[in-house]
């Protein structure tokens, strides 16, 4: 009697529908990405809470990657400091153009991480963000030898690996979680206000001034000067970091997508919904998407 109604209630259970704004991407049964110097799974989420935030992050792979059998060039990866309880981030987008960007992307991010934790456990507050680059380029540096068999220039390590990154932390504050960032390349951060709702981007964007910017300086390559933010996050709000697969269609918030986001944010999803609204389908959007959030939790001032 138990077997037939729990057989009963499955027979009911539809499978999700996939997201759809405005006019949708073609249908298609994804491809199994080639061994190309490494891949990873087509999606993955995490989440968890500490006392003070909640986080929530999802990668899934473009249309266009599981069209033509090509791994997710994205990344995301997220810690917590035992202690401090700081939580360290970091979201990385390979450029395409590398041959195993999405090693680089996971190289990177791990690396960000290890050097922000590595600050912390020195007593330091993790914002030396110049030296955790460094750290990033001689990780790229390493791993390129170790595929090539030998010391490589500048450019074959870009020519592997080039990748963006934004990375930093979130502890708690007098007034707050305290927010430190950076970022190389076009990756970006937005504080979502939920009031609104609005987006506020942390960094510039692709379209200021009118002008489109089409090339991305991206790692193992340095900035002259590395682009950072330093704020807080106060109940109402959400940080989001993200890479361009999920910043291009989002724009300036206000058209569908932000609407879309902005009402599922409104509070921690679970993180498998995260994943599932990340994914969804607009006609000319088949980049990867990563999106890595936090949430100030309830009384954590």
């Known amino acids: 009697m138990y077997v037939q109604h729990v057989r009963r209630q499955a027979d009911q259970i539809q499978p999700w529908q996939r997201v759809v704004i405005d006019i949708p991407g073609p249908e298609f049964e994804p491809t199994p990405p080639r061994l190309l110097g490494g891949t990873c799974p087509d999606s993955e989420c995490d989440g968890w809470s500490t006392a003070e935030v909640t986080l929530r992050s999802a990668s899934v792979r473009g249309e266009r990657h599981r069209y033509y059998r090509q791994p997710r060039q994205d990344a995301t990866c997220a810690v917590v400091h035992e202690g401090t309880g700081t939580v360290v981030f970091a979201v990385a987008d390979g450029v395409s153009s590398a041959t195993a960007a999405g ?34 380029v001689e990780t790229l540096h390493r791993q390129a030898a170790a595929m090539l068999q030998r010391e490589p220039d500048l450019a074959q390590v870009e020519e592997l690996f080039a990748t963006t990154l934004v990375a930093g932390t979130a502890r708690r504050g007098p007034d707050g979680i305290e927010i430190s960032l950076f970022r190389v390349g076009d990756s970006g951060a937005w504080v979502l206000d939920l009031a609104r709702p609005r987006y506020h981007p942390l960094f510039g964007t692709k379209t200021e001034g009118d002008v489109v910017a089409t090339a991305v300086s991206a790692l193992p390559r340095v900035p002259r000067k590395l682009e950072q933010w330093f704020g807080r996050l106060v109940p109402g709000q959400v940080l989001l970091v993200g890479t361009d697969g999920f910043g291009d269609p989002l724009g300036d918030g206000d058209g569908q997508v932000g609407a879309l986001f902005a ?8 993180p498998l919904w995260l994943a599932h609204l990340l994914d969804f389908s607009r006609e000319t959007f088949d980049d990867d998407r990563t999106l890595l959030a936090l949430w100030p939790r309830s009384g954590a001032r």
């Open 103 to 136: 090693v680089g992307a996971a190289e990177v991010c791990w690396a960000a991480v290890c050097a922000i934790h590595a600050q912390l456990d020195e007593g330091r507050p993790g914002h030396d963000f110049p030296a955790v680059v460094r750290y990033a």
């Open 263 to 270: 009402e599922h944010l409104a509070t921690p999803p679970a």
